[in-house]
Nanobody, 113 residues
Framework: QVQLVESGGDLVQAGGSLRLSCAAS????????MAWYRQAPGKQREWVAS???????GYLDSVKGRFTISRDNAKNTVYLQMNSLKPEDTAVYYC???????WGQGTQVTVSS
């Protein structure tokens, strides 16, 4: 059974930081590129960042320089460090193995101005 459990979301003020975590079952984590997506109210889900098993990384332009994705292959966990948060970062954040239809329940990030 595939499991993806996101955590770390919270309500923070603009300029603050949060670290999201996603614990994945080994069957979908090993060897897969992992990605973070987000969905704001009334908007489509959008890709935020991704990291391959070997460490190749990509970011949405609007989060470059503020967000850092990383992974711990021994723990089957992917992280998203979010700094200098803006109100427009408010969304539910999800992790997913790249090019699959597996999604966790998401974690809510709310940034107040």
């Amino acid at each position: 059974q595939v499991q993806l459990v996101e955590s770390g979301g919270d309500l923070v003020q603009a300029g603050g930081s949060l670290r999201l975590s996603c614990a994945a079952s080994g069957s979908v984590f090993s060897g897969n590129t992992m990605a973070w997506y987000r969905q704001a109210p009334g908007k489509q889900r959008e890709w935020v960042a991704s990291i391959s098993r070997s460490g190749t990384i990509g970011y949405l332009d609007s989060v470059k320089g503020r967000f850092t994705i990383s992974r711990d292959n021994a723990k089957n966990t992917v992280y998203l460090q979010m700094n200098s948060l803006k109100p427009e970062d408010t969304a539910v954040y999800y992790c997913t193995p790249w090019n699959t239809n597996y999604w966790g329940q998401g974690t809510q990030v709310t940034v107040s101005s």
